[in-house]
């Protein structure tokens, strides 16, 4: 079955520390993307990417950075920069951004940083 | 950017009950998607519009392209138990600039009683 995985599911780290989030897709999807979603809130974009070894900000990319090695692959790292980094991350994919198409979500990463 | 309101912001109902929730914006889309999240997971694509006028139902859920392509409203009859969560909607505009941008309503948190 093609769909986007997200690993780990539950994530705990000190304060201080680096993290990286795992999301990989076999969708032969051309854009990835990565949200943050906080109790109450909506999704808010971190970082998107339309191809492999290009990417974008989004809206709250401050304390975060990402790779685009592999088409499949979209790794999301919270630096010791990100002032609140405790939330949920969904990993998401679509054809591409030039093709009016939904998004297809993970099922999220919970990271608790202490 | 474009901004959707989505309401209500919650809602508590019996089972069996129909229920409506809707989402405007004084910006226009191309596409209008409702998307349903349980909790703990990733969001699920329900139902996509992608014209103007557009009525579309998947099961129990009936959405509706508004005609000034300004909102979509997304009804569910007979609710269950299952019916739990948080339904998002989003709007989908091209940009003018070989993309197309997603925007998210903060969602509607919806709670079935038995």
């Known amino acids: 079955d093609g769909g986007i995985t997200q690993s780990p599911k539950y994530l705990f780290r000190k304060e201080g520390q680096n993290v990286t989030l795992s999301c990989e897709q076999n969708l032969n999807h051309d854009a990835m993307y990565w949200y943050r979603q906080d109790p109450g809130q909506g999704l808010r974009l971190i970082y998107y990417?339309?191809?492999?070894?290009?990417?974008q900000k989004g809206d709250i990319a401050e304390g975060y950075s990402v790779s685009r090695e592999k088409k499949e692959s979209f790794p999301l790292t919270v630096t010791s920069a990100q002032k609140n980094p405790t939330a949920f991350y969904l990993c998401a994919s679509s054809r591409g951004a030039t093709y009016n198409s939904p998004l297809h979500f993970g099922n999220g990463t919970r990271l608790t940083v202490t | 950017g474009q901004q959707l309101n989505q309401s209500p912001q919650s809602m508590f109902i019996q089972e069996g009950e129909d229920v409506s929730m809707n989402c405007t914006s004084s910006s226009i889309f191309n596409t209008w998607l409702w998307y349903k999240q349980d909790p703990g997971e990733g969001p699920v694509l329900l139902i996509a519009?992608?014209?103007?006028?557009e009525l579309t139902s998947n099961g129990r859920l009936t959405a509706q392209f508004g005609i000034t392509r300004k909102d979509s409203f997304l009804n569910i009859s007979a609710s269950i138990p299952s019916d739990v969560g948080i339904y998002f909607c989003a709007g989908q505009l091209y940009s003018g600039a070989g993309s197309y941008q997603l925007t998210f309503g903060k969602g509607t948190k919806l709670s079935v009683i038995p």
């Open positions: 990417s339309q191809i492999v070894n290009d990417f």
């Open positions: 519009l992608y014209k103007a006028g």
